[in-house]
């Protein structure tokens, strides 16, 4: 099978790493194509960025349509774009955040997020919201670096994220911990080992989830909600999204 992994951001060295993790864990009869963008930012960190990436994440979907793609995992951690992308297509679409924290929910309790900046706070909340699992996620937690210092600095990233871990445990009676980047997926393993609990990176976890749902021949519901979107003609910037 083929899974599409879209790194939303346009930085091709996170992509690169967020491949690696995609290919540590999928099976040998599996092909990952890992792809940015051609246009968004270099880092989602705001509504502002998550937006503007959306058009270049539903771009990649629409391609795959003539790659042969079998499932889509769409890698940053606030799903941008997901329910849309789910329109454009019948194959499987799964974020990571989504991912990381249905597979948390089969394994613990209660658990926390450690993610980047602080203002990212309250847009993984509302997710977390979304998709109904505030009585299971006790805290998101953050730190005071940004989605790329993880890329340049990997050794200050870990220590922040074991730092943050273990205030997760002990102070949240978090029982796994979930990581709010896809950036972070190279630091889970050794997390895990570092801190006792469940460490989720949610690159890996939408993966396995894909495999999966393609193994049992389900697609993507079209009987409503996410029907294709009603053709229409789109004006400057967005034109090329109309209806032909």
Same mark, same amino acid.
């Given at each position: 099978?083929?899974?599409?992994?879209?790194?939303?951001?346009?930085?091709?060295?996170?992509?690169?790493?967020?491949?690696?993790?995609?290919?540590?864990?999928?099976?040998?009869?599996? #092909?990952?194509?890992?792809?940015?963008?051609?246009?968004?930012?270099?880092?989602?960190?705001?509504?502002?960025?998550?937006?503007?990436?959306?058009?270049?994440?539903?771009?990649?979907?629409?391609?795959?349509?003539?790659?042969?793609?079998?499932?889509?995992?769409?890698?940053?951690?606030?799903?941008?774009?997901? *329910?849309?992308?789910?329109?454009?297509? *019948?194959?499987?679409?799964?974020?990571?955040?989504?991912?990381?924290?249905?597979?948390?929910?089969?394994?613990?309790?209660?658990?926390?997020?450690?993610?980047?900046?602080?203002?990212?706070?309250?847009?993984?909340?509302?997710?977390?919201?979304?998709?109904?699992?505030?009585?299971?996620?006790?805290?998101?937690?953050?730190?005071?670096?940004?989605?790329?210092?993880?890329?340049?600095?990997?050794?200050?990233?870990?220590?922040?994220?074991?730092?943050?871990?273990?205030?997760?445990?002990?102070?949240?009676?978090? #029982?796994?911990? /979930?990581?709010?980047?896809?950036?972070?997926?190279?630091?889970?393993?050794?997390?895990?080992?570092?801190?006792?609990?469940?460490?989720?990176?949610?690159?890996?976890?939408?993966?396995?989830?894909?495999?999966?749902?393609?193994?049992?021949?389900?697609?993507?519901?079209?009987?409503?909600?996410? /029907?294709?979107?009603?053709?229409?003609?789109?004006?400057?910037?967005?034109?090329?999204?109309?209806?032909?």
């Amino acid at each position: 099978m083929k899974i599409k992994v879209i790194n939303p951001n346009t930085t091709w060295e996170m992509t690169k790493g967020i491949e690696h993790a995609a290919k540590s864990v999928a099976r040998t009869d599996t #092909e990952i194509i890992a792809v940015s963008p051609a246009m968004g930012p270099v880092s989602i960190e705001s509504y502002y960025d998550e937006y503007l990436a959306i058009p270049g994440v539903i771009q990649e979907v629409q391609k795959g349509a003539h790659e042969g793609i079998d499932a889509y995992v769409i890698a940053c951690y606030g799903d941008p774009g997901l *329910q849309a992308a789910r329109e454009v297509t *019948q194959a499987p679409v799964i974020g990571i955040a989504e991912a990381s924290m249905y597979m948390a929910s089969m394994l613990a309790a209660r658990f926390s997020i450690v993610t980047v900046l602080p203002r990212i706070k309250t847009m993984l909340e509302e997710l977390v919201s979304s998709y109904g699992m505030d009585h299971r996620i006790v805290n998101v937690r953050t730190t005071p670096m940004c989605v790329l210092d993880f890329e340049r600095d990997p050794e200050a990233g870990m220590r922040m994220l074991a730092e943050e871990g273990r205030r997760a445990i002990v102070e949240d009676h978090a #029982e796994a911990i /979930l990581l709010g980047c896809a950036g972070m997926a190279e630091f889970a393993n050794n997390l895990e080992k570092e801190l006792g609990v469940p460490v989720i990176d949610g690159v890996v976890a939408a993966v396995k989830f894909a495999e999966a749902i393609v193994d049992l021949g389900k697609t993507t519901s079209k009987l409503k909600t996410y /029907l294709p979107p009603e053709k229409k003609a789109f004006i400057g910037m967005l034109s090329s999204f109309g209806s032909k």
